[in-house]
């Protein structure tokens, strides 16, 4: 039961264009979710988060949206540039009460390439 | 300032052996994770460490044993490694539990 989904397993995108990358998620007592970026033979970085009380937040060309009511958030890069060639995870915790210590449920992971 | 540390970077089974991933971060946060990452699968929970002196189950935690010897380092054990357990795996660490930081990953095989 994959409770979080990244249903493009790759985008094209050419540079100085936007990059819209989208997650959906099932489980309903997700209330923060987070961006990863990972290059080959690298551990992920974190890249960017919001809170279930926000439905948008802004991080210099990075902006992660959160639709609630859709279950859907989406990432948008712009403008995109070569370097951000890499895969991007989606990834959501649940923390009823504060328990949650940091629990990930990621997504299956979208292949991103930009062109120069 | 190292961050998370993993040893080794590779490392190849044969089916049945043992081996013990080491994992070390040095940003004196609280808690610890494995994971592990199998193509098309996204990373998956193996265990974690909320705490020192504390561990508990992830998502995959079958196969595998952890050990949180102080607030620096955690291991993931495979007391009989299996070729289902063939992945890349994750080590990670968090103070504020959601914004972890990775380290490098282990390429496992097991043949």
């Known amino acids: 039961d994959q409770q979080v989904k990244q249903n493009s397993p790759s985008l094209s995108v050419q540079e100085g264009r936007i990059s819209i990358l989208n997650c959906d998620y099932t489980?309903?007592?997700?209330?923060?979710f987070l961006w990863y970026k990972k290059y080959p033979a690298e551990g992920p970085t974190f890249l960017i988060s919001i809170s279930s009380i926000k439905d948008k937040n802004e991080d210099g060309r990075f902006t992660v949206f959160l639709n609630k009511s859709a279950k859907h958030l989406s990432l948008h890069i712009v403008p995109s540039q070569p370097g951000d060639s890499a895969v991007y995870f989606c990834a959501a915790s649940a923390n009823p009460g504060g328990t949650s210590y940091g629990k990930l449920t990621f997504g299956q992971g979208t292949i991103l390439t930009v062109h120069p | 300032n190292a961050g998370v540390t993993q040893t080794p970077k590779f490392q190849v089974l044969k089916t049945g052996q043992s081996m013990t991933l080491q994992c070390a971060q040095d940003?004196?946060?609280?808690?610890m994770y494995w994971y592990r990452q199998d193509p098309g699968m996204g990373l998956r929970l193996i265990y974690y460490s909320a705490s020192e002196g504390t561990t508990d189950k992830g998502e995959v935690p079958n196969g595998y044993n952890v050990s949180r010897l102080n607030k620096r380092e955690f291991s993931l054990r495979l007391e009989s490694a299996a070729p289902s357990q063939t992945s890349v795996y994750f080590c990670?660490?968090?103070?504020?539990?959601?914004?972890?930081?990775f380290g490098p990953g282990t390429r496992l095989t097991v043949l």
């Open positions: 489980n309903s007592m997700f209330d923060y």
């Open positions: 990670a660490s968090s103070e504020r539990g959601n914004e972890q930081f």
């Open positions: 940003m004196n946060h609280n808690s």
